[in-house]
């Protein structure tokens, strides 16, 4: 059963990257391990244990998530697929030359140029470059300066730290594919609390809060992006989560994929306050293509000194979505 839930930041929201090398997709994509983070700590926070989720620790969790990617209008957008082309001819005008570098910065397309994508039909890169420059112009990322205080530092630090603030017209959406119906209640009531609380870092400073938009929180997948359900993609499936392979399926061939570092950030235990430094851990990023769907695993990312394991989420979102 796959839902989707659209909501709108009332707050500005700090994702980005906790190790070298940056996040392609910081300020613009919510990947999923935050999002499954965010909704499971505040599933502990209001019921106090971890009945029913068993099914994450033997990779059968009783539900799925997509990262979380922007809707501007009717136009809801996923990561630009990561497909070999054949080798372009050098560009014969300046114009031309400035189109090429517009469309290499292109990070995510509405759902109808990504349908064109997966079936290998062309698309009109112009367009490409408008939609994406409107949803550019939508999302404003600012850097702050903040202090650092500590009794083992013989002096404070300067550091920075990056958010975003959207539009009202932007909204942000995701996907879930409910395998355990009987959790669904506890499912939205983690949701509206993760709303409250806020998603993402520096959230004791109200960043990251948001509100659900759609009327029934869970509702069916818009008819704009059902079809995603049946588009043709010659046998290959593209991520639109980040995943923690449990295959070989990356290496085979028509397989295109980037990796990723994830972990290596602050984690706090929702029972006893107490914070540690996860492991690092390399998973595939949305807009991979897969040869074959892997399910995914929930890589161990424990901090060293802590005795109660933490897992980072790792599971695999597809389109075509089935």
């Keep these: ?3 989707y839930i659209r909501f709108h930041f009332k707050e500005p929201f700090h994702i980005g990257s906790e190790v070298p090398g940056g996040d392609p997709f910081a300020g613009l994509v919510i ?3 935050t999002l499954m983070g965010g909704i499971l700590f505040n599933w502990i926070k209001l019921f106090g244990d971890t009945s029913g ?3 994450f620790l033997n990779g059968n969790p009783p539900f799925f998530v997509s990262s979380v990617f922007p809707v501007l209008g009717d136009n809801f957008f996923l990561p630009k697929p990561k497909i070999i082309s054949d080798k372009e001819k050098e560009p014969e005008s300046e114009k031309e030359m400035q189109m090429r570098k517009k469309y290499k910065r292109v990070k995510l397309v509405p759902v109808d140029i990504l349908k064109l994508y997966l079936e290998a039909q062309k698309v009109d890169k112009e367009v490409i470059i408008e939609q994406w420059e409107k949803l550019s112009a939508s999302i404003e990322n600012y850097t702050e300066p903040r202090v650092r205080l500590g009794p083992q530092m013989e002096s404070s630090q300067i550091f920075y730290i990056t958010r975003a603030r959207t539009s009202e017209e932007l909204d942000y959406y995701f996907f879930v594919n409910i395998k355990d119906a009987s959790l669904t209640d506890k499912l939205l009531a983690s949701l509206k609390l993760l709303a409250e609380n806020g998603l993402g870092g520096f959230r004791s400073k109200g960043n990251g809060r948001f509100e659900l938009k759609t009327e029934k929180i869970l509702e069916d997948v818009p008819e704009t992006v ?3 359900s049946s588009i043709e993609t010659n046998g290959t499936f593209m991520l639109i989560s980040l995943l923690s392979p449990s295959t070989d399926s990356f290496q085979k061939e028509k397989s295109c994929f980037e990796l990723i570092i994830r972990g290596g950030g602050w984690a706090l235990n929702a029972k006893t306050g107490s914070q540690g430094l996860k492991k690092r851990v390399k ?6 293509i897969l040869a ?3 399910p995914g695993k929930n890589p161990d990312v424990t901090p060293s000194e802590w005795k109660e394991k933490i897992f980072q989420y790792g599971m695999g979102f597809y389109v075509p979505l089935i």
């Design 1 to 3: 059963m796959i839902k």
């Design 31 to 33: 990947h999923s391990d």
């Design 53 to 55: 989720l068993e099914g």
């Design 226 to 228: 059902k079809q995603l």
């Design 283 to 288: 998973m595939l990023i949305e807009g991979t």
């Design 292 to 294: 074959e769907k892997d």
